[in-house]
DNA sequence: GCTTACAAGATTGTCAACAATTACCTCCAC
DNA sequence: GTGGAGGTAATTGTTGACAATCTTGTAAGC
């Protein structure tokens, strides 16, 4: 998870081809974006071609993937895209909303005037969307709200936390989304943390954000989940 | 300065066929155990002499511990050991308080009578530590302690960030066990902790421990801490 | 005296070949 | 037909060498 910026210096030089965070990259999106199911082998040489990398870089990524909690990597067997059970989504998410609440409550703490604004629109945008049914874009919505709000609290190590978790169940959250009625449930909330943030009440945001993921864990629970591949 | 206890196989091999998790564990140790300083540059080369393992293997438990925190990596640059500056060591600690506040929450749902018990035994020893003075035995306890919680809690998701979290500011906390009069102002929040998990009530428990952790995030606070080198 | 250019050394990045392990399939005995 | 032994193919683990990059020391130019 080292941060690289590589482009700085002047040197107008155009190719960083920096090939092994360009593997790593490459195959975080592709497992992201599920083009590589849980459970699902990744054989070296096969990522060599997807990837363009060499086998020494396939590795590297492989590792740092496997530090992220995103695949599994057993010694002599290979690597495998990581099956995150029920049990552990939830646990997951758990963590998620305490952490997610200390995000909240610092956001509340700093939120400067533009930014609230820029809070209060996301949120007339919200319930737009929902009285519209467009529940695509209530979702990108969602996904900027709570990136805004972390934003505000300039948490850096809350912030890194939040994002391993959410990677390791992209999965899961793709299936909540369908969940019928969940927008309707969760506008509220997502009004009650923003107005929080508002008014600068710490503890107020802090509940609201929890209450809200609680109401996550709910529903993840409710899923039923199919079994293993 | 090999402190290694291989000499448990009568194979007299002096040099152990260091693997590439035994590098990482082996370099973790050394550097939890303060043999490499902050800010220090961990070269490549003198890494495969002191783990007696291959470039290889020293790469891999170099990215390994970049992934958790305790060495970062620069490309073209070399590993040094990380250093944590006073905000960070407030940040990380600012989330270990929620997630073990998370830990002692489920710790109070699932607790044993057994485990209640054996609570209780760590509580009177801690005060008998402390009224006799001894502090060393008293941070011993302290550790015993919140791992019996981490236990109880059963919470895996949760235990790793910790644990990861921990390993961070070793350096931090050595520095806080020496501040005089902790003892007595945490003891009294370690008792309300463990009466709360005995007593299986969650929400008490959670704020007993954040309580317990917030006056840690003072205690930092208040250290002078000496700049960057 | 100070800055810049350049060269030598040290260190890391990458690769391709080789060794070790595992998985799979075939064949044979019962 | 079933279970096990053995061999083969596939896959991963490891090594050493070489290339790219950065750092350091030195000398020339202003």
Known sequence: MASEHDTDRRTARISAPSTASQARDTLRDAILRGEYLPGERLVEAQLCERLQASRFNVRAALQDLAAEGLVEVQRNRGAQ????SMAEAVEIT????????LIAARAAER????????LDEIAVLMRRAVEAG???RYSDLNVRLHALVREIAGHQTADRIVETLRGQLVRHQY???LLPGRPQMSLPQHERIIAAIRDHDAKVA?????EHIASVIEALRSMDYLGPA
Chains 1, 2 share one sequence.
């Open 206 to 210: 802090e509940a609201a954000m929890r």
């Open 134 to 136: 467009e529940y695509r």
């Open 94 to 101: 758990e963590v998620r909303m305490v952490v997610e609440g």
């Open 111 to 118: 939120v400067t005037p533009d930014q609230a604004t820029e």
């Open 175 to 177: 299936m909540l989304s």
């Open 81 to 84: 895209v990581r099956k995150v």
